[in-house]
């Protein structure tokens, strides 16, 4: 499929310049990009590789003398990556709705809009709501009573079990399993880890009597906004009594762990390996970076940033940038490793002057 550049500058609510009819056929990197390719030159970096491409179109950074490049049209693109994100939507090819397959199991009292798809070898519980235009690949087992939205996007191996309920437009990459029982267990007398964590270890670790980890079974199921993205093989664990939450418009990268109980905030960002532990709660729009870690029973606030590799262990108020492990204020931390960086030519010319 053809689009013009018209139609594609009208997608990216960019201006665009020169021969607005021009036809292209799919994005291409500068250099390789051929005469019917859209070329993506956002920063002045890829003008010379532009020049060595064959493209007559390119979505080019503002001030950029296009003509000069050789091109025959430019959409001008001030924030690149904006554009980026419009001009993949666009170009992606869509879910193409193909009905029930006869190899897919639903029970006769799931409830399926008329204009939904569910592929091969898919289980449909009874009771199961599957909303209109939504799309369900191959392989997904749903639980009885799990209720999804619309125009939900639900990719392969999939794994939706009791207590579930999906917004409109929530899109699961592959192998992603929500609700699944939280980790969550006890022992009939105080544990170590309970008595060290009481103690801050100060009190001395013995066997006990009964070792017997007794499961707390997760009851309280998952509700999921509109608008979430979860990446492939992560994971949401059920809430014990009430549902463990993940906010509208949230975002969460493959490999997450969110534990049982936890409510995460409107439009957060939750990059590759990050966990969280039980009943945190995530204020809005907070961006964890990956292989972050948030212990449980904290609150972290709005507009928070936890850099990459962090370990939270407090609670963190709204609006701070916090970094390391344990978790401090950004500047705190990187003070604090300019610091620990001096200390060997410290600790030498200390001893060079006993």
Request: charged share 15%; glycine share 12%; proline share 5%.
């Amino acid at each position: 499929m053809t689009h013009s550049i018209r139609a594609i500058a009208a997608a990216l609510q960019a201006e665009a310049r020169g021969d607005l009819d021009l036809q292209v056929l799919r994005a291409s990197e500068p250099a390789t990009a051929g005469p019917d390719d859209l070329a993506l030159a956002m920063t002045p970096a890829y003008g010379p590789a532009l020049q060595s491409g064959a493209a007559r179109a390119a979505i080019v950074w503002p001030d950029a003398d296009w003509q000069a490049l050789g091109l025959q049209a430019a959409i001008i693109a001030p924030r690149a990556r904006l554009a980026m994100a419009r001009l993949t939507q666009l170009l992606d090819p869509k879910a193409v709705a193909t009905g029930i397959s006869p190899q897919a199991l639903v029970d006769p009292t799931a409830m399926v809009a008329a204009d939904a798809s569910i592929g091969a070898f898919c289980v449909i519980g009874a009771g199961a709501v599957i909303g209109a235009g939504t799309w369900i690949a191959d392989q997904v087992s749903i639980a009885p009573g799990v209720v999804i939205g619309a125009d939900c996007q639900i990719n392969a191996g999939v794994r939706l079990q009791a207590g579930v309920r999906l917004g409109d437009r929530v899109i699961l990459q592959p192998n992603v399993v929500i609700g699944g029982d939280g980790f969550s267990f006890v022992s009939a007398e105080p544990s170590n880890v309970e008595i060290a964590r009481e103690t801050l270890g100060a009190a001395a670790l013995q066997a006990p009597a009964d070792p017997t980890w007794h499961r707390i079974h997760s009851l309280g199921g998952v509700v999921i906004g509109d608008d979430v993205e979860i990446g492939a093989g992560s994971t949401v664990d059920a809430g014990t009594i009430r549902a463990t939450r993940i906010g509208q418009g949230s975002k969460l990268d493959n490999l997450v762990q969110i534990g049982h109980n936890v409510i995460v905030g409107a439009h957060c960002l939750i990059c590759a390996q990050a966990g969280v532990a039980g009943s945190s709660v995530i204020g809005d729009r907070v961006v964890v970076g990956g292989k972050a870690g948030i212990a449980d029973n904290l609150k972290i606030g709005d507009d928070v940033v936890l850099g990459g590799g962090s370990v939270v262990l407090s609670h963190v108020p709204a609006g701070r940038v916090m970094m390391g492990y344990p978790a401090t204020k950004m500047q705190t931390h990187i003070d604090s490793y300019k610091a620990l960086r001096r200390l060997p030519r410290l600790l030498r010319d200390f001893a060079t002057r006993q």
